[in-house]
């Protein structure tokens, strides 16, 4: 089965700052998915990539299939990209199902 | 919005009860993926339907069941309820076997 860690596990940030979330998995894979979950509970996808970079406002996701690797980038941060963030990699080569990473709490402090 | 419903948002109840879950997918979506999220785990996954059909299985315990029905919406019925059975149950559902998931806003269960 995938094992998919996360890093760092908690990060605080200034409103402004640069922010980087790192993923990394150890079965390859086709694809990586990206999630939000916010303080209500409510899961939103934010990016499902299979190779190189994806970008979304201020949300840039990038992959390395080869070093089984994966980055959230938060750019220009704000508190209301306060959340938790959580990729999730299939639970194994050619499988549908996914394994979830226990997610990064994310506080940007105005 | 996800276009994926979940009912009801918030259930409380005992310890020995049975409760059902109840799940609408985006219109079209014939996958349906039912998870729990407790307070000292990531989500886990539970049950995917496909069109009907029981597809995959995953952490779900002997007293939860879940079935989906023709017009597609699913349902996860939990029986003898423990404490440790209090979490957020998510439905998820995308068009097919692959592709993005879209979720829905989860029911908060708690057993008291």
């Known amino acids: 089965k995938n094992e998919v860690e996360q890093s760092p596990q908690n990060l605080t940030a200034q409103e402004g700052e640069f922010i980087t979330i790192n993923c990394s998995y150890s079965?390859?894979?086709?694809?990586l998915h990206w999630l939000q979950q916010h303080p209500g509970g409510g899961i939103v996808s934010l990016f499902m990539l299979s190779s190189g970079k994806k970008k979304h406002g201020r949300l840039i996701a990038t992959i390395n299939i080869q070093e089984k690797h994966s980055s959230l980038h938060i750019t220009a941060s704000h508190p209301r990209d306060s959340a938790v963030y959580i990729c999730a990699a299939p639970t194994g080569a050619g499988s549908y199902q996914l394994t979830f990473g226990k997610g990064t709490k994310l506080s940007v402090i105005p | 919005d996800s276009g994926v419903t979940q009912t009801p948002k918030h259930l409380i109840t005992a310890t020995g009860q049975r409760v059902t879950l109840r799940c609408s997918p985006r219109s079209g979506d014939l996958s349906v993926y039912w998870y729990q999220q407790s307070l000292d785990q990531g989500l886990q996954f539970l049950i995917q339907?496909?069109?009907?059909?029981?597809?995959a299985k995953g952490n779900i315990l002997e007293r939860f069941s879940a079935q989906q029905f023709p017009d597609l919406h699913s349902e996860l019925n939990l029986s003898s309820l423990e404490l440790g059975d209090s979490a957020l149950y998510f439905c998820a559902s995308r068009a097919g076997w692959g592709g993005e998931l879209f979720f829905g806003e989860g029911s908060r269960l708690t057993v008291l």
């Open positions: 339907y496909y069109n009907g059909e029981e597809r």
């Open positions: 079965v390859g894979i086709s694809a």
